[in-house]
C-alpha cells in the first residue's frame, strides 16, 4: 500500500498529535506501536516496526559483510558515526486512542515545531513523515520542480 496525502495537524500543548486514520493504519504495528524516526531537519518520520526493522537489519547485515571481509579497516571512525546517528535516530512509540501520538522530546527540537503550531502530515509512499510547516515549503520550492523528472525516471 502507498500512503498518499498532506494534512495539516496542530501539536497541542503537552506534544500530542492526532495522524490522519488512513495513515495511523499504514504505520502502526497490530499493537498500536510505530517506529519514529529523525529523517532531516524539520522533519521525523513513522514507520511500521515490522518494515522499519528489516531496512534496518538488511542494512546491517551489508555493514557486517564489509567488517568481515576487512573492507572497513580504514572506515572505523564512519563506523562509529553511523553507529552513534543510528543509536539516536529511531524510537519506537506507542499511539493512545483515536491515532493520537506523543512526539518525543528528543524528537520535538529536531522537527523544529513548538506547542500550539501547525505541522504537515505527508504521506511519503513508505513512511509518514511529520514536517514543520517552513521546513515543507522549502522542500516543496526547490523538489516540485523536479516532480516530472523524478515520475518519469521511477516510472520507466
Same mark, same amino acid.
Given at each position: 500500500?502507498? %500512503?498518499?496525502?498532506?494534512?495539516? &495537524?496542530?501539536?497541542?500543548? +503537552?506534544?500530542?498529535?492526532?495522524?490522519?486514520?488512513?495513515?495511523?493504519? *499504514?504505520?502502526?504495528?497490530?499493537?498500536?506501536? !510505530?517506529?519514529?524516526? @529523525?529523517?532531516? *531537519?524539520?522533519? %521525523?518520520? !513513522?514507520? &511500521?516496526? /515490522?518494515?522499519?526493522? @528489516?531496512?534496518?537489519?538488511?542494512?546491517?547485515? !551489508?555493514? +557486517? $559483510? @564489509? %567488517?568481515?571481509?576487512?573492507?572497513?579497516?580504514?572506515?572505523?571512525?564512519?563506523?562509529?558515526?553511523?553507529?552513534?546517528? #543510528?543509536?539516536?535516530?529511531?524510537?519506537?512509540?506507542?499511539?493512545?486512542?483515536?491515532?493520537?501520538?506523543?512526539?518525543?522530546?528528543?524528537?520535538?527540537?529536531? !522537527?523544529?515545531?513548538?506547542?500550539? /503550531?501547525?505541522?504537515?502530515?505527508?504521506?511519503?509512499?513508505?513512511?509518514? /513523515?511529520?514536517?514543520?510547516?517552513?521546513?515543507?515549503?522549502?522542500? #516543496?520550492?526547490? /523538489?516540485?520542480?523536479?516532480?516530472?523528472?523524478?515520475?518519469? $525516471?521511477?516510472?520507466?
Amino acid at each position: 500500500m502507498f %500512503i498518499t496525502g498532506e494534512f495539516r &495537524r496542530t501539536i497541542d500543548d +503537552r506534544w500530542r498529535l492526532v495522524l490522519p486514520a488512513e495513515m495511523t493504519q *499504514a504505520v502502526a504495528g497490530d499493537d498500536g506501536s !510505530l517506529i519514529v524516526a @529523525k529523517e532531516r *531537519a524539520g522533519c %521525523i518520520s !513513522l514507520w &511500521r516496526p /515490522e518494515d522499519w526493522q @528489516k531496512r534496518l537489519e538488511s542494512g546491517m547485515e !551489508l555493514l +557486517r $559483510q @564489509k %567488517i568481515d571481509s576487512g573492507r572497513m579497516e580504514q572506515r572505523w571512525s564512519d563506523v562509529q558515526r553511523l553507529g552513534r546517528l #543510528l543509536s539516536t535516530r529511531h524510537q519506537t512509540i506507542s499511539l493512545a486512542g483515536r491515532s493520537r501520538m506523543l512526539i518525543p522530546e528528543g524528537y520535538r527540537s529536531f !522537527l523544529g515545531a513548538e506547542s500550539g /503550531e501547525t505541522v504537515l502530515v505527508v504521506g511519503a509512499v513508505i513512511c509518514v /513523515e511529520i514536517w514543520q510547516a517552513d521546513a515543507w515549503n522549502s522542500v #516543496l520550492r526547490e /523538489e516540485m520542480p523536479d516532480f516530472g523528472d523524478l515520475f518519469r $525516471q521511477l516510472t520507466v
